[in-house]
């Protein structure tokens, strides 16, 4: 069998398309992109969902784990070719079923694929059921190479090796051997031995029952006849009853009719009354007109609640804004009086550092007015000359330093003063105030606006109970002047609305009466009452009617208790027979005991000699698989590992090439203990499936694999894809560049879809 081609909408993939050639098929994606769920979906196509499997801790059922993520129903359609020809299999949704419609046709043909059914789909087609397939040819989701004896695959396995017929083993004829003792002897309801026992004691008991059985017949007749008598007397007595019943009937119903007319006559009455009235609205307008009131005095503290709230926001509003008036910053919001302040404290501190610097330099100009004076004045002296011009020279110098000196003195003294006049408008002594007073303006203005904001939202809500007040009274007014127009306030609507009420109350109690009486009258008259003189005196049981027809009950029953037991007498009696066919029945079930007996103990030594002949198989389980798990073992490991060996439960123990004993897997590393199973899936897929030449699928198997371990394992699979479809899907790019340009490789992309 070779699959060529899978459409799916199933899980994460919606209508996707995955095609498939022959030999090594490398289909690479990253994880959480569809891997699994394509091997999903071909085990599923094969086999189906398994419909009773159900959610449990850890555990997530197919028919919930691969529903369609874009809600679109589960269904998908394999394309592959078998036993020479394309067939086409689809499956879909049958009601709330997933996979529960399934067709197999020859593609092209639409001709439906003869014995292909939804159950026999896998098996069929691969030979082995979904038990044997998942053990041995899938390896699905999460990649773990373990395989485990499942009771399918342990006797397809041990037939092939003991037997070369996969329908002849020893679980078999075991099984069979089992049945036959649990028909022999098990319990009551299969063994036949216990039900011979059963049938030869009550055999036995038979004769004891004939003799009692004519005694039996004889009481019985003479109850029977007694309760008959019994129950003759009390019919005749119920009929008494009955007759002084229908009496007290005729009774009743004359009376019922008196208080029929009197309730005619009172509802007739209020009708008189209401017309007083216009027409009058349902009770239900009535209850509503008068909640309208109970919320007209409900309101009235809160309206006056609400203006005292008013007149008291209002009073703050005033006093918040009085506050936030400063003439620092007329008309000025806080974030602008605070921005003016900064800008002012700036500005101060500009002309206090230039007074600083005007300061600081008038005693460095007169130092340096004195020193250009001696400067010059000895220069002078030195040179030769006449004293007196070098002296006015230096005197000049000295004069215009000074004069700088004095310059810069004075606009000192301008800047401070400057600065000055900046503190003093704000009346302080720091630019720190003035931030300061800034800030505390801005909290004012704030105070201000909250108090404007909190006056808004109490005459908000104030006039809303107000507007509520006046259109509810409209309301009312309106509603009332329906019916009492002549109301003029509200304590006149609440007088109308109750004594309208009332009267709603009143005919509904008359209506009621006579309806009551109506239908009892009614009642009486179908129960056979009539209208007619009273019967002749009758005399009165002592017995009253319930007490004589409770006798009378358990009379009857007593009556029909005999009867059944006279007739069971009677067909036990008739059934019990010769008692010379009892004997002669009793011994022919001794005889047939005691042949099953002799039955029972030869199939029990058959067994014991069967399960000797299988005890050396037990002890070395399957060695033909064995040999060829070994072989792959020693290929997959560059023959370092040549021997293997595995127990009945499928546990194995490798031999190395230079050991002496073997050693179990549960001592051997995680990546040899991988190769190993991954040699029994390969031994098991020859032994069970190779013949069908099914696909061998492997999802992320090699993950755990190191990249020489990754290579002797590709080398394998690629030389058993020349005879068989394998279907390796890795979240890996090395696979890939290990196998590129290798024929008989195919590698494909997947894009999209979930894991």
Request: hydrophobic share 40%; charged share 30%; proline share 3%.
């Amino acid at each position: 069998m070779r699959i060529k081609r899978m459409t799916a909408t199933f899980g994460g993939l919606t209508e996707q398309r995955l095609e498939l050639a022959p030999g090594l098929n490398l289909i690479q994606a990253p994880n959480e992109s569809g891997k699994s769920t394509w091997a999903g979906f071909l085990k599923a196509m094969l086999y189906g969902i398994d419909t009773r499997d159900r959610d449990k801790k850890g555990h997530l059922a197919d028919k919930n784990r691969y529903q369609p993520w874009s809600g679109a129903p589960m269904e998908g359609e394999l394309l592959l070719e078998w036993q020479g020809r394309d067939i086409t299999i689809r499956r879909g949704p049958r009601g709330s079923v997933p996979f529960g419609n399934f067709s197999a046709v020859y593609t092209g043909t639409e001709e439906p694929v003869p014995g292909l059914t939804a159950d026999t789909c896998g098996e069929l087609l691969l030979g082995v059921g979904r038990e044997v397939f998942e053990r041995s040819a899938f390896v699905g989701q999460g990649g773990s190479l373990t395989v485990t004896a499942a009771p399918e695959l342990e006797r397809r396995i041990a037939a092939l090796v003991s037997s070369g017929q996969e329908d002849v083993s020893f679980s078999q004829a075991e099984g069979r051997l089992k049945e036959w003792l649990n028909r022999r002897r098990v319990n009551r309801s299969v063994g036949r031995i216990p039900q011979l026992e059963e049938a030869l004691a009550q055999a036995s008991a038979v004769r004891g029952e004939a003799e009692q059985a004519n005694d039996e017949v004889n009481l019985l007749s003479a109850e029977r006849a007694g309760l008959a008598r019994r129950k003759e007397q009390l019919e005749a007595e119920l009929e008494t009853h009955k007759a002084l019943a229908r009496r007290e009937l005729n009774r009743k119903l004359r009376q019922v009719q008196a208080e029929l007319a009197q309730a005619e006559v009172e509802q007739e009455g209020l009708r008189q009354e209401q017309a007083r009235f216009l027409s009058l609205p349902d009770r239900e307008e009535l209850k509503r007109a008068q909640g309208d009131l109970a919320l007209l005095k409900a309101l009235e503290p809160e309206i006056k609640l609400g203006e005292e709230s008013l007149a008291q926001a209002e009073a703050e509003l005033e006093q918040a804004r009085a506050q936030a008036v400063d003439p620092q910053f007329p008309g000025m919001t806080g974030d602008e009086a605070v921005q003016k302040a900064e800008r002012d404290a700036a500005e101060h501190q500009r002309w206090t550092e230039k007074g600083r610097r005007c300061r600081k330099r008038v005693p460095m100009l007169q130092l340096a007015g004195a020193a250009a004076a001696v400067l010059i004045a000895a220069g002078g002296m030195i040179a030769g000359g006449g004293p007196f011009p070098w002296i006015w020279l230096a005197l000049a110098a000295y004069g215009a330093l000074a004069a700088a000196s004095l310059i810069s003195l004075s606009a000192g003294k301008k800047a401070d003063a400057a600065g000055r006049r900046v503190l003093e408008r704000y009346g302080v002594q720091g630019t720190d105030e003035v931030i300061a007073l800034a800030r505390v303006y801005r909290e004012r203005t704030a105070a201000a606006d909250r108090a404007a904001q909190q006056v808004r939202l109490v005459r908000s809500g104030l006039s809303e109970r107000q507007a509520r007040r006046e259109n509810t009274r409209t309301d009312l007014f309106q509603f009332v002047h329906s019916f009492a127009p002549e109301v003029k306030d509200l304590f006149g609507c609440s007088a109308a609305l109750s004594l309208a009420l009332n009267l709603e109350e009143r005919e509904a109690v008359a209506a009621a009466r006579l309806d009551g009486a109506r239908r009892l009258y009614e009642a009486l008259k179908a129960q056979g009452g009539r209208e007619e003189a009273e019967d002749p005196a009758l005399e009165r049981p002592a017995r009253t009617l319930e007490e004589t027809a409770a006798q009378l009950g358990t009379a009857q029953a007593e009556l029909e208790r005999a009867e059944r037991q006279l007739n069971m007498a009677l067909g036990r009696q008739k059934a019990v027979g010769d008692p010379a066919a009892l004997a002669a029945e009793e011994e022919s079930l001794s005889r047939e005991l005691e042949r099953r007996e002799g039955e029972y103990q030869a199939i029990s030594a058959a067994l014991e000699g069967l399960k000797a002949a299988n005890a050396q198989l037990q002890e070395r389980f399957s060695p033909e698989l064995n040999r060829w798990a070994a072989d792959y073992l020693s290929r997959l490991t560059g023959g370092r590992y040549r021997e293997l060996s595995l127990d009945r439960e499928l546990d194995a123990s490798a031999t190395e090439g230079s050991g002496v004993l073997p050693r179990r897997a549960l001592f051997l590393s995680k990546g040899t203990v991988d190769q190993i199973y991954l040699a029994v899936r390969l031994a098991v897929y020859d032994l069970c499936l190779k013949e069908r030449r099914a696909p061998l699928v492997l999802d992320d198997a090699l993950a755990a694999f190191d990249d020489g371990r990754m290579a002797l394992a590709l080398d394998l699979l690629a030389q058993l894809a020349e005879d068989r479809q394998i279907l390796l899907f890795t979240c890996q790019e090395r696979e890939g560049n290990y196998l590129e340009g290798r024929p008989g490789v195919t590698r494909t992309a997947l894009r999209g879809g979930g894991a």
